[in-house]
């Protein structure tokens, strides 16, 4: 078994696991609530409240894990699926290395760069109406 199979097997079960302690987490909670529920003389709202509230705290930190987890798979596939494409000269060039921003080098290049002439500079010409077609409202 190679180390990224053993990486997949082991992603699954901490999603099988994330799954189980969420079923066991509202199986406590559903029997919390109908023990406080029974116990009492009338229906009370607050445990009622809270299971509730309990109730979406587990469905939302079990959904954040399972999103956690799916998003290291996709990014192992992805990964997995470029260094595929290196190893075959799929890659066409490599990545150079990103400028730095705050280096002075690129100001000095645009300061001797020549600006253009005043007179050079035109506006595009518009295009000349067809005949035949008028203005929908006049001055």
């Known amino acids: 078994m190679t180390?990224?199979?053993?990486?997949?097997?082991?992603?699954?079960?901490v999603q099988r696991l994330v799954a189980m302690?969420?079923?066991?987490?509202?199986?406590?909670?559903v029997a919390a609530i109908t023990t406080?529920?029974?116990?009492?003389?009338?229906?009370?709202?607050?445990?009622?409240?809270?299971?509730?509230?309990?109730?979406v705290a587990l469905i939302l930190l079990a959904?954040?894990?399972?999103?956690?987890?799916?998003?290291?798979?996709?990014?192992?596939?992805g990964a997995d699926a470029l260094?595929?494409?290196?190893?075959?000269g799929g890659v066409a060039a490599p990545v150079a290395a990103p400028a730095r921003p705050f280096s002075s080098s690129p100001i000095r290049e645009a300061a001797k760069e020549p600006e253009?002439?005043?007179d050079a500079i035109t506006a595009p010409s518009r295009p000349s109406r067809p005949e035949g077609k008028r203005l929908v409202a006049q001055r």
Do not use: H, K, N, T
């Open 63 to 77: 959904g954040a894990c399972l999103a956690l987890i799916s998003i290291a798979v996709s990014a192992r596939r």
């Open 83 to 88: 260094r595929r494409m290196a190893a075959q």
């Open 21 to 29: 302690v969420f079923v066991i987490g509202l199986v406590a909670l």
């Open 3 to 13: 180390e990224d199979e053993m990486r997949a097997d082991l992603m699954g079960w």
């Open 116 to 118: 253009p002439e005043p």
């Open 36 to 55: 406080l529920v029974r116990q009492a003389e009338g229906v009370p709202p607050l445990p009622i409240y809270a299971g509730l509230v309990g109730a």
